[in-house]
């Protein structure tokens, strides 16, 4: 059975992998306000030109489009963007752009497109973690994070195993 468990483990990781790999140009975009027939495309190259100081062309998105079950006209929180670039840089330029967002504390937010374990991963270190973890971020699927107690020293993760694993030499 553990010998299975740990076959099992491995090809979860792998699948992971994969599929984290198929959303390298993706990003998330949040807070832009939802409106009835609208084009995602033009939204997102109006948010980049206004917002982030990019100019976009059609030829840089590849496809766009909500994400989430339609909510009712009145929600609180529009439903977030997903975007496929076409190119890896462009992505990159972006997501370097974002902090422009948080030094005018702006209500828009961009992330990249990570896989639900990512997700959860990274969800975890910034709840549950967050007395051990003094900063966590993510590049191309990866999540870093510095410890509190070693803040000198950058760790790497793509599971949960391996942030305990961190957590535990620090």
Known sequence: MAELDAKNQKLEAKVDHLKQYTR???????????????????????FCKYKLGIVLNNEN????????PKRMTNAIRPRPIIVRLTQHNKKVEILKKRRNLRDCKSRYTVQED??????????????EYEDDISKVWTIDGVIFFRTVNNPATIERCTTLKEVRQALNKS
């Open 24 to 46: 390298r140009t993706n990003i998330r975009i949040f807070e832009i306000k939802e409106q009835t027939g609208e084009d995602t495309d033009h939204l997102v190259k109006e």
């Open 61 to 68: 998105i590849s496809r766009s489009h909500r994400i989430g």
């Open 114 to 127: 990570l896989t639900e374990t990512r997700r959860s991963i990274l969800k975890t270190l910034r709840n």
